[in-house]
């Protein structure tokens, strides 16, 4: 079993903001891979699957708030017992041109409190996808930067690359390297 953490905040008010562009990838790729709707679980976090070559995939979306999702995902490790190098986490990254993907499995968590709190409750031997959301032009308007939606001609990038993400899912499996250079969207 795979599981796919996206990050994000829960609510209508967050659907379409930078800073929910994990809980947009996996929502995506349930969609486009033919996942099941999300369901909540007990453990707050809305949980789709799909298999993909005979193995099944758990896609999830933590309900705590973004800076809080270490609880669900240290629920489902433990009971899927799922190991965390088969754990991959979604998330924004401001430091990273909107429409890059990159990708790294363990290491910091660089400055982001979802993973920060991923790894008090898991460790940090996990896969993490930073998704590239850019930076606003002034520094101190990160925080409402972050929290706008994404622009019309943005959400048509964002979807190609949930459509990329799911044409090569396999190579995330097999072949990390392979897998970001071809859901990355050049700029």
Request: include cysteine.
């Amino acid at each position: 079993m795979r599981l796919l953490v996206g990050l994000g905040n829960p609510g209508s008010s967050y659907g379409k903001n930078r800073h929910n562009v994990g809980f947009r990838m996996v929502e995506g790729v349930a969609i486009a891979c033919g996942g099941a709707g999300f369901r909540r679980t007990p453990a707050f976090v809305e949980i789709s699957q799909f298999y993909l070559n005979n193995e099944r995939v758990l896609l999830a979306k933590p309900q705590t708030f973004m800076n809080l999702s270490g609880k669900a995902v240290r629920f489902l490790v433990d009971f899927y017992k799922i190991p965390l190098e088969r754990v991959y986490v979604f998330h924004d990254d401001i430091d990273l041109q909107f429409g890059r993907l990159k990708m790294k499995n363990g290491g910091g968590n660089g400055g982001h409190n979802g993973l920060k709190n991923i790894d008090e409750f898991v460790g940090t031997d996990y896969w993490r996808l930073r998704v590239g959301i850019g930076r606003p032009e002034e520094k101190f308007h990160v925080s409402s930067y972050v929290l706008s939606d994404f622009s019309p001609d943005e959400e048509v990038i964002l979807m190609d690359m949930v459509e990329a993400i799911c044409q090569n899912l396999p190579l995330l499996f097999t072949d990390i390297r392979q897998f970001s250079s071809k859901v990355s969207k050049k700029i």
